[in-house]
């Protein structure tokens, strides 16, 4: 009876990928061999990045502040660094956000990264690969499934984040179940079938969703 269920839920997911595969063949997804999402090396833009984009233009709001922060605070690229900026009370002006929220949740994402040994970028790419570290991080008060997925994006591996332009794709293309894990699985399916990284999927449906202003993946992360 498992098995049956599990081989159930395998051909919904492959069904749903193949609608969402069809819909985005139809938009004109397609993969020029070349990588148009730059990986970041930088972990406080990444987890900067990580933490704004819930909730918050991209283009207007989010992306101005972590080209800010690239450009003015190019060595801020590892978990001791940004603990003394926690330190010294900095975490506002480094994201040059003033709300405690979002800066309170740098700060505790920072503050988890180095209880469990993460230093870099390097160190948070291994960490974003386990399963146990995924789930683990999720502890930290506003990180969910889609941040992780979305941070994991932004250090280049391959996965997709279902965020509401993934939603709207899937509904659009005749997918209804709007489970998280399944529409990632799905998504993840769906580029597969296309031969398309998966990153780079996830990127074609925000750039497709953000027309005209395709500004995220000019970020160089």
């Known amino acids: 009876m498992k098995k049956s269920r599990e081989e159930g839920a395998a051909l919904e997911v492959l069904f749903a990928a193949r609608r969402i595969a069809d819909h985005a063949r139809g938009e004109g997804a397609f993969y020029e061999g070349r990588p148009l999402r730059a990986t970041c090396e930088h972990l406080g833009a990444v987890l900067a990045d990580s933490v704004l984009q819930a909730g918050l233009n991209y283009a207007t709001v989010v992306r101005p502040r972590v080209q800010a922060i690239l450009r003015t605070y190019p060595d801020l690229k590892s978990v001791s660094s940004l603990i003394s900026l926690i330190r010294a009370g900095e975490i506002g002006s480094f994201l040059n956000w003033r709300h405690h929220e979002k800066v309170n949740r740098f700060e505790a994402l920072v503050s988890f990264l180095e209880a469990g040994g993460i230093e870099d970028v390097n160190d948070l790419r291994r960490g974003l690969m386990a399963e146990q570290f995924c789930e683990s991080i999720q502890s930290v008060n506003g990180i969910g499934p889609k ?50 990284p998966r990153r780079e999927f996830d990127a074609w449906l925000w750039r497709r969703a953000s027309v005209p202003t395709q500004t995220q993946l000019s970020l160089g992360i």
């Open 147 to 196: 941040t992780v997925d979305y941070m994991a994006c932004l250090v280049g591996i391959d996965s997709i984040a279902v965020d509401r332009h993934v939603r709207t794709f899937a509904k659009v293309a005749g997918v209804k179940n709007d489970d998280y894990y399944f529409l990632r699985k799905t998504f993840c399916c769906a580029a597969d079938l296309l031969a398309l």
